[in-house]
């Protein structure tokens, strides 16, 4: 019998600060940087940052659950401050 | 009276912390009229020099320097360096040039993902430019640094064509003047921490000569990044 080989899936971490928390760099990058140069369609930028995760795991339901208990359990953010978006 | 023979703008940034060094550097010179001023004023244009000085800019957000380019002081500054006029970056200055597209390269994190503060040597590696003509080729001068962006980059064809064109003016070396692995403290291509542009009026450096102008203030009684501002201040 074959062992199925493991797939690697590259999952995108996206931590931010929390809706309502202050985010001093995305306003500062909206304020004086973004808004000031004609942009006018541009209402708000929230800044964060990005981990692209590359996990072994039989399929893409599984490879985000690992990286997201590896986000929970190894505090990659902190839940008091920020908010987490997983995607595969 | 004396007569004013040079009038230099110090620009400050929201965030520079090195403009008054820079601005008392400069003031050590007869003749020399050095004025802080605030990035916003129109008259940054009416100067016979520009000093972006080192420390931060709009927090450093998105990238060293990436904001402050944008900003309407730098397309006063970028006119003026058409001009011809003398346009020098220290450390953040050189940043926000770099990212302004008036000098060649980048400047990535240091290789240790640490900010480096430490006294350094550099060699001369160009003494024809405005901002070199006081020094000797292969000269070894003592500066600090003190950074965390400052690992300057550049492809082998750029620098190929950097180095052709006499735009190096600053590599990281040893005591004796060998640029070797050790004795680049951040990681840059080629050891590389100083560059000009083509024209040879706009030049920038990670190190800071600013805060190498008084014997009483450096460990090894170095007063090198006189040397820098003399050889400007020459050329106005």
């Not at chain 2, 929201?14 to 912390?17: A, K, Q």
């Given at each position: 019998m074959f062992m199925q080989r493991p797939k690697v899936f590259t999952v995108k971490v996206v931590v931010s600060n929390r809706e309502g928390a202050s985010d001093p760099e995305g306003q500062t990058i909206f304020r004086d940087l973004v808004s000031k140069s004609g942009f006018k369609q541009v209402i708000g930028i929230r800044s964060g940052k990005f981990l692209g995760v590359s996990v072994e795991a039989p399929d893409s339901t599984s490879a985000k659950q690992i990286v997201m208990r590896m986000c929970d359990e190894l505090r990659i953010y902190n839940p008091a401050a920020h908010s987490v978006t997983v995607e595969v | 009276m004396t007569r004013i023979r040079a009038q230099v703008a110090v620009v400050k940034f929201?965030?520079?912390?090195c403009d008054l060094d820079a601005v008392s550097a400069l003031r050590k010179f007869r003749n020399v009229k050095a004025d802080l001023v605030w990035h916003e004023e129109p008259s940054i244009s009416r100067y016979d020099a520009i000093v972006l000085p080192g420390g931060f800019s709009f927090?450093?957000?998105?990238?060293?320097?990436a904001i402050a380019a944008r900003s309407p002081a730098l397309e006063r500054i970028a006119r003026s360096a058409e001009q011809g006029l003398p346009v020098l970056g220290i450390c953040n200055g050189f940043q926000i040039l770099i990212e302004g597209g008036l000098l060649p390269g980048s400047l990535l994190r240091n290789t240790s993902l640490r900010f480096v503060c430490r006294w350094v040597t550099i060699r001369v590696e160009?003494?024809?430019t405005m901002f070199t003509r006081k020094m000797k080729r292969g000269q070894v001068l003592r500066l600090p640094i003190a950074h965390n962006e400052g690992r300057f980059y550049t492809s082998e064809d750029e620098l190929r064509r950097m180095s052709d064109a006499g735009q190096v003016l600053f590599r990281y070396c040893d005591e004796k003047g060998r640029s070797t692995a050790s004795s680049n403290p951040t990681g840059t291509t080629s050891n590389i921490t100083g560059v000009c542009n083509r024209a040879g009026n706009v030049a920038g450096l990670m190190p800071h000569p600013e805060r190498a102008t008084e014997p009483i203030l450096s460990p090894s009684g170095?007063?090198?990044?006189?040397l820098l501002f003399k050889s400007m201040l020459e050329c106005i």
């Open positions: - | 929201p965030g520079s912390n927090g450093d957000y998105l990238r060293a320097g160009n003494d024809s170095s007063s090198d990044g006189s």
